[in-house]
């Protein structure tokens, strides 16, 4: 069940908040004059794939197509405009199956901030677990002094800019992602089939995090970046089985077969919507011409 806490214009101080709101309203009212409207989500638990392809076009009704996750139907390689060390690789392969936390909080961790992140340190170096970590340059000056060298030497952690995401998630050896919550983090995590540990910062993660840790329940959240809430989050996640048979099942529902043969038959169905719309358009502008 959704709080008012999960709202995505619920940050900030109050103009920031009423910025947020016009903002989402100003989209949902533009998105009404749309002929039609791409989805990039799962087809069964955000918008029914049959259901999408019997919306009628209208002025108030777009027709809405389910066409991801896009990093499974779609795109071989995901684009990325940073610069990935793929250094990371080698680690893991170092490294035993499933032991690995992999955390990335995107390119967005200024809502963390410094004191978050030293005790997030912290709190993974006590665990023991090897761990690998995308964070830029500018964060780490608010790691613990010494902090890269000592899990270097133990062979416990690896620090990265950025890491070559879909790589590291279909790798063997991680065992559970710590996340944000941004969708497309979201999707590649269940593509890869990898449990997730939850901390929502901003905007949709909110309602991402309700989805993976009460609906699905391939996740957990943490409250917080203090030793005994990581240690218990990642001893709870890392072991719970069932879990993972949940994760299995999610998959193969969302993006099996079956799932990719809905997919591509909306993107046929778009496609000749599209192609009905553009040769009426010519016949109109053409009247006398035969086509």
């Not at 684009?79 to 909080?105: A, G, T």
């Not at 902090?147 to 990265?160: D, H, P, S």
């Not at 070559?164 to 710590?178: N, S």
Request: proline share 4%.
């Amino acid at each position: 069940m959704l709080s008012t806490e999960d709202l995505p214009w619920l940050i900030g101080t109050l103009p920031a908040r009423k910025a947020r709101f016009k903002f989402w309203t100003r989209t949902l009212d533009r998105s009404r004059t749309l002929r039609w409207l791409l989805v990039n989500s799962l087809p069964d638990d955000y918008i029914d794939g049959k259901h999408a392809q019997s919306v009628k076009t209208s002025q108030d009704h777009p027709r809405v197509f389910c066409i991801g996750p896009l990093s499974n139907h779609v795109m071989s390689k995901n684009p990325s405009f940073w610069e990935e060390d793929k250094s990371c690789l080698d680690w893991l392969d170092k490294q035993k199956s499933s032991s690995v936390i992999y955390i990335s909080f995107g390119s967005w961790v200024s809502p963390i901030g410094e004191g978050k992140v030293k005790n997030l340190a912290l709190a993974l170096e006590a665990s023991g677990r090897p761990f690998l970590w995308v964070l830029g340059s500018t964060w780490r000056e608010g790691l613990p002094i010494g902090y890269l060298e000592r899990v270097a030497i133990k062979f416990q952690g690896k620090v990265v800019s950025w890491a070559p995401q879909m790589e590291v998630l279909r790798h063997k050896a991680v065992g559970c992602y710590l996340t944000h919550c941004g969708w497309n983090s979201t999707m590649e995590a269940i593509q890869c089939q990898k449990r997730f540990l939850c901390y929502p910062v901003a905007g949709d993660q909110f309602i991402n995090n309700k989805y993976i840790v009460e609906v699905w329940k391939i996740g957990l959240q943490l409250n917080g970046f203090g030793r005994k809430d990581v240690e218990e989050g990642l001893r709870r996640v890392m072991e719970d089985t069932e879990m993972q048979n949940r994760l299995k099942r999610l998959h193969e529902r969302t993006m099996g077969d079956e799932a990719k043969s809905r997919v591509m038959s909306n993107l046929t169905a778009f496609i000749h919507d599209l192609n009905l719309i553009t040769l009426g358009t010519r016949i109109k502008s053409f009247p006398d011409f035969n086509f």
